[in-house]
Nanobody, 112 residues
Framework: QVQLVESGGGLVQPGGSLRLSCAASGFTFRVYSMSWVRQAPGKGLEWVSDISSSGGSTHYADFVKGRFTISRDNAKNIVYLQMNSQKPEDTAVYYC?????RGKGTLVTVSS
């Protein structure tokens, strides 16, 4: 079955950077587009970014455009989210997703 395991979250100061990773298994990773979504405390789930199966096409929500970069390594079955210039409003649990399937998430806290 689909397994997605996120890692790399933690506490970061405003303006700082983190890189999230998502290790995928249980399916043919290289043929699926992948996404990152997040859920801030007390709020609903929101889409952050997605990447095509080859990695050649990426899309970003306006609130992260220019600050976050999604990438993937199809040889390692990993998708990444590089987060730069982080803001307190980026505080959330970040989930890797393939369609409706999600991992358990990794918490990112942006605070001084």
């Amino acid at each position: 079955q689909v397994q997605l395991v996120e890692s790399g979250g933690g506490l970061v100061q405003p303006g700082g950077s983190l890189r999230l990773s998502c290790a995928a298994s249980g399916f043919t990773f290289r043929v699926y587009s992948m996404s990152w979504v997040r859920q801030a405390p007390g709020k609903g789930l929101e889409w952050v970014s997605d990447i095509s199966s080859s990695g050649g096409s990426t899309h970003y929500a306006d609130f992260v455009k220019g600050r976050f970069t999604i990438s993937r390594d199809n040889a390692k079955n990993i998708v990444y989210l590089q987060m730069n210039s982080q803001k307190p409003e980026d505080t959330a649990v970040y989930y890797c997703a393939r369609g409706l399937a999600r991992g358990k998430g990794t918490l990112v806290t942006v605070s001084s």
